[in-house]
């Protein structure tokens, strides 16, 4: 299981971290992401760390904002999001897989996922 936090509501211009914790003792051989989906919008994806957290994948949307981390022993998946904008504003998934690096993108490549956590970004 995983379980998003860190959500709230936060002015252009802020920041915010979300946290992904999960349960179970294989999290450190998957690859988690976050997605988000804003209102009236298809998801999206956001950010990636692979397994080892040596290498992680970006939206171009988001590429010089934020930042996505793992601590393994702790099971828990970080996003630092800086520099807000109001267009960040949605509800933020964080997922588990082993995808190959052409589905990196795809929620369907993901077996499991978070309950979601609330992201709103006032102008």
């Known amino acids: 299981q995983l379980q998003a936090s860190g959500g709230g509501l936060v002015q252009a211009g802020g920041s915010l971290r979300l946290s992904c914790v999960a349960s179970?003792?294989?999290?450190?051989?998957?690859?988690i992401t976050w997605f988000r989906r804003a209102p009236g919008k298809e998801r999206e994806f956001v950010a990636a760390?692979?397994?080892?957290?040596?290498?992680?994948y970006y939206a171009d949307t988001v590429k010089s904002r934020f930042g996505v981390s793992r601590d393994n022993p702790e099971n828990t998946v970080y996003l630092q999001m800086n520099s807000l904008e109001p267009e960040d504003t949605a509800v933020y998934h964080c997922?588990?897989?082993?995808?190959?690096?052409?589905?990196?993108?795809?929620?369907?490549?993901?077996?499991?996922w978070g309950q979601g956590t609330l992201v709103t970004v006032s102008s």
């Open positions: 760390i692979r397994s080892s957290g040596g290498t992680t």
């Open positions: 179970g003792r294989t999290f450190s051989t998957y690859t």
């Open positions: 997922a588990a897989g082993k995808p190959i690096l052409s589905s990196i993108s795809t929620s369907g490549a993901y077996y499991y």
